[in-house]
């Protein structure tokens, strides 16, 4: 998903100011993107009398052929101005509510130790007419609620209960098993790379009913070990909910207990809960979730998130704001202190990158620049609800905003960057000229998510969430995913900046000769959000699917013109060798056809009130009976192979051939076609 960049833009006039020289001057200021604000009307006047005060004296000494003293530079707003800050993020919230079709968000921002704002916008429940209370309306958090997980992590490694560094074997009733000599540990699943593949079954559902326990969840669905820890980073839902059995091991309680008590109760975060459903005296406050376009107007039902440490949090803008404090003063909250300034800094310090010019990310917190300013932040999204959690630690500011509807996905990033560009503005990026000489071409190809099914016939998915990397005529790199494309240039060998902003995209290869694409922590797309891609081989691209697809279009279209012709020609008997290869050409065909539309229509029926495929809520049957069609196609093959060997025995030192050489060799092409189909469904997992 391509994220958006607001830029807003205003006009300042400065007050016309006069000189008593006998020189009267009328000066009229005007800005481009608002960088200056100033606090309070008393020093608004001020101020202006000083840029009039300035500008006399620089014309009277222009006139005199005097050198004139330097203007002083602008300086940026700050947010502690409550009604510019409030003004600001109404004309910005609001303008996206309606672009985006959303019904209601809720903001906070924090800043030295206080709470400056938290503000409901929109409606809550259309049915109710229910408005957003930024102090009472619970939202999905979605994955920001991963941030509570690893903070309870890191309250027990300070208390000596846990160690970040040890095989997490050790504090499970279960085995991971020991696919590598290097064992998966706590830092590991806090930096997204232990090396797990990706696991979308169960991880949400729509009633309470098809819960199951974390326990159950954490060993049925366990997913494969398929990159050796600490070498690879592949987002992971599962890593952080074996992070919350952990906490829910060691600490003697269940992990929603602890949560309530080591951090909600002393944040004094009342109106937080990662039960669900939510409790009834919290469930009346809960903001619903809306689908969008022509289903903006449609409630969702309650989504239940399996893994709930992953996901599974609902919590009000207020209480967001409590834990928001807590970090920006290292693990204080009031005259409470829910960890030692070391465990918090060591929180944010960088611990990971998959390239160390990237910005990478600390223990549970991603890591980015902007405008020159390091920032921690952390997303989420569910379905409907979109949230996000951002610190500046430098400023000891904080934001956090989460949205009830299904486009609002973009809309945090964009609050943020419009915020940081008002407020920490900094140096526009200096502009680069690509080489046109340079060599590009290693890098391009076809790059799959290391995100991703490794082991399960879900792995296909990757080709529809793959990235194309090209080389521009102008020597820049073009990186494009799902229709959209962003332009690099290289700055340094492996190390490429978007053309128009700080974000880097670095290359590196394995230690098994596979090239690796990285974004750093302000990716243009989501899903590369703490997650590296690989360079695919030829015959895992879209490129080679779709060709194949192609040529069994083909395949299927000259069996077709064949049995037609049988139907012209009923009265003359082929050799029977060759009427078996033909039928079986044609039973290949149609059943490749039957489950590339069985393919198609499970993929393509989104659920248009949660814009996903309904398959992510729980297979249906049909799913069964479409993975058997690989089977009988592999069936259908060999034995067409078969035939085809006959008709060729039957064919050669014979002076009657069963089969005509054009024939045969028609024949030999369809068979060598429907075994390369065959051995790419192998490949994809489709025969697992």
Do not use: C
Not at 271 to 277: F, H, Y
Not at 333 to 360: C, F, K, S, W
Not at 477 to 490: A, D, F, H, N, S
């Amino acid at each position: 998903m391509h994220l958006g960049t607001v830029r807003l833009k205003s006009t300042l006039s400065v007050l016309e100011t006069s000189l008593v020289v006998s020189v009267l001057a009328v000066h009229t200021l005007l800005a481009g993107p608002v960088h200056l604000v100033i606090e309070t009307a008393r020093v608004t006047v001020s101020a202006a009398k000083r840029a009039g005060l300035m500008a006399g004296i620089g014309l009277v000494l222009l006139l005199a052929g005097l050198p004139a003293a330097p203007a002083q530079a602008q300086m940026p707003p700050s947010p502690t101005d409550l009604s510019a800050l409030e003004q600001f993020l109404d004309e910005t919230i609001i303008a996206q509510l309606d672009e985006l079709e959303v019904p209601g968000a809720a903001v906070a921002v924090v800043a030295g130790g206080q709470l400056l704002l938290v503000k409901g916008y929109g409606v809550a429940d259309r049915e109710q007419n229910r408005l957003v209370d930024g102090e009472r309306t619970l939202f999905r958090t979605g994955s920001v609620g991963k941030l509570i997980t690893w903070t309870a992590v890191m309250q027990l490694v300070e208390r000596g209960q846990l160690d970040l560094h040890t095989d997490v074997n050790e504090y499970l009733d279960f085995t991971i098993p020991a696919t590598f000599p290097e064992p998966i540990t706590l830092a590991h699943l806090m930096t997204h790379t232990a090396g797990f593949e990706d696991v979308g079954e169960a991880l949400f559902v729509l009633s309470e009913a098809e819960m199951m326990p974390l326990h159950q969840y954490l060993i049925e669905l366990q997913p494969a070990r398929v990159f050796a820890p600490g070498t690879v980073q592949a987002y992971s839902n599962y890593g952080t909910a074996l992070a919350g059995y952990i906490v829910e091991r060691v600490s003697g309680e269940p992990f929603v207990d602890y949560v309530e008590n080591q951090i909600f109760a002393p944040l004094e975060m009342r109106r937080s809960t990662l039960r669900q459903p939510v409790p009834a005296e919290l469930s009346g406050d809960l903001a619903a979730g809306y689908g969008g376009g022509e289903y903006r107007h449609m409630k969702g039902r309650f989504v239940y998130a399996v893994p709930y440490p992953a996901g599974g949090m609902s919590a009000s803008a207020a209480d967001m704001a409590r834990f928001m404090l807590a970090h920006l003063q290292e693990g204080r909250y009031e005259e409470v202190t829910i960890l030692q300034p070391a465990t918090v800094q060591a929180m944010h310090r960088r611990q990971y990158a998959a390239d160390p010019r990237l910005d990478g990310m600390g223990y549970g917190f991603m890591r980015q620049r902007v405008n020159g300013h390091d920032v921690l932040f952390h997303r989420g999204s569910t379905f409907q609800f979109n949230a996000g959690l951002y610190l500046l630690p430098s400023e000891n500011v904080g934001l956090y905003v989460v949205y009830n509807g299904l486009r609002g996905i973009v809309a945090p990033a964009q609050l943020w960057e419009a915020f940081m560009d008002r407020y920490y503005p900094g140096p526009a990026p200096a502009p680069l000229t690509p080489d046109a000489g340079q060599r590009l071409a290693v890098h391009t190809g076809e790059y799959h998510l290391a995100r991703a099914d490794f082991s399960g016939p879900g792995k296909i998915f990757r080709l529809l969430e793959g990235a194309q990397v090209s080389e521009g005529q102008e020597g820049h790199l073009q990186l494009m995913v799902e229709g959209y494309t962003e332009r690099y240039v290289q700055v340094e060998p492996g190390l490429f900046r978007h053309q128009e902003r700080e974000e880097y995209l670095a290359f590196h290869t394995g230690a098994d000769g596979t090239q690796w694409l990285s974004l750093d922590g302000r990716p243009a797309f989501l899903n590369f959000t703490a997650t590296s891609a690989f360079q695919v081989p030829w015959y895992a691209s879209l490129t080679f699917a779709a060709l194949l697809i192609l040529l069994m279009l083909l395949f299927i279209g000259s069996s077709l013109v064949w049995f037609i012709g049988v139907l012209r020609h009923r009265g003359q008997e082929r050799p029977l060798p060759v009427r078996l290869s033909r039928w079986l050409t044609v039973a290949f065909g149609l059943s490749f056809l039957l489950f590339l539309l069985g393919l198609v229509s499970v993929v393509g029926d989104i659920d248009p009130l949660y814009g996903v495929p309904r398959i992510v809520f729980g297979t249906p049957p049909i799913v069964d009976v479409i993975l058997l069609l690989p089977w009988l196609l592999t069936s259908v093959a060999l034995a067409l192979a078969i035939g085809t060997g006959w008709v060729w025995w039957k064919s050669i030192g014979t002076e009657r051939p069963a089969a005509a050489p054009w024939s045969r060799l028609h024949l030999t092409l369809l068979t060598a076609l429907s075994l390369v189909v065959v051995w790419w469904l192998a490949y994809w997992n489709l025969l697992a």
